[in-house]
């Protein structure tokens, strides 16, 4: 298999996904590229969100369609030389993959060699479920089980605690300390502007910043960027 596992499509600061051009560059080899927009609820419709990612990734010389703009989504896979997924309510994104009959062929033309980016929501995807994402379950799936692409779950945008906040509820290390109490596998907190590359058996975290560890039973560790094969 072959995963680009995003926390974020943008970075304070750097226009939409320009950061990633050349890990993008150097990820997707074919270039039609199958853009999957159903992570984004009220406020944009699909089209226009296939607009936006389609415009950065024709700039680096791609060509993307949006899933729903083909016949069916066999037909969408059949086109694909990379899947791309991009970021907005997890919640919203897997209730369509199910009602819309794609996750599991999109998990078996992942599994069979497409290779598949994901970004925020379409990162949460490739972990074992959806149960350690940060959105609001605003509508709700058959199912929390997501694609399975790796043996974790990914916790993406993932946030340290301010010590100057006088914000007393949870942090994000509690939530996923409070997932571990009812769940066994393991949680990556990707920070902003950090990512996870898969290649067959081999994983590296990439970008410049560490990434948290969470193990069941455990104390969570920092874990810098370079191999992380031993997750697989």
């Known amino acids: 298999m072959r995963l680009l596992i995003v926390s974020t499509s943008s970075i304070h600061g750097k226009p939409y996904l320009s950061y990633l051009k050349e890990e993008v560059s150097s990820f997707f080899k ?70 819309l009959g794609v996750m599991a062929d999109l998990k078996s033309a ?42 974790f779950n990914i916790n993406p945008h993932y946030l340290d605690p301010d010590p100057s906040s006088t914000h007393m509820g949870e942090t994000r290390e509690t939530r996923i300390n409070e997932f571990h109490h009812f769940n066994e596998q393991p949680v990556v907190g990707l920070r902003e502007g950090s990512w996870l590359r898969r290649e067959g058996d081999k994983l590296e975290l990439k970008g410049e910043l560490t990434a948290r560890l969470f193990r069941k039973g455990v104390a969570a560790i920092e874990r810098a960027p370079g191999d992380w094969s031993d997750l697989l």
Do not use: C, Q
């Open 110 to 151: 992942v599994e069979d060699g497409l290779p598949y980016m994901g970004s925020s929501a379409g990162s949460n995807l490739t972990g074992l479920t959806v149960r350690t994402t940060n959105d609001m379950p605003i509508v709700y799936p058959p199912s929390f089980d997501a694609l399975g692409l790796v043996p």
């Open 30 to 99: 074919g270039k039609n590229i199958l853009f999957i927009p159903y992570a984004r609820p009220g406020g944009i419709t699909w089209d226009e969100y296939t607009e936006k990612a389609t415009e950065r990734f024709t700039e680096w010389g791609y060509t993307m369609r949006g899933i729903h703009t083909f016949e069916n989504h066999t037909e969408a896979l059949n086109w694909a030389e990379g899947v791309f997924t991009g970021g907005g309510n997890t919640f919203v994104l897997v209730k369509t993959l199910y009602d």
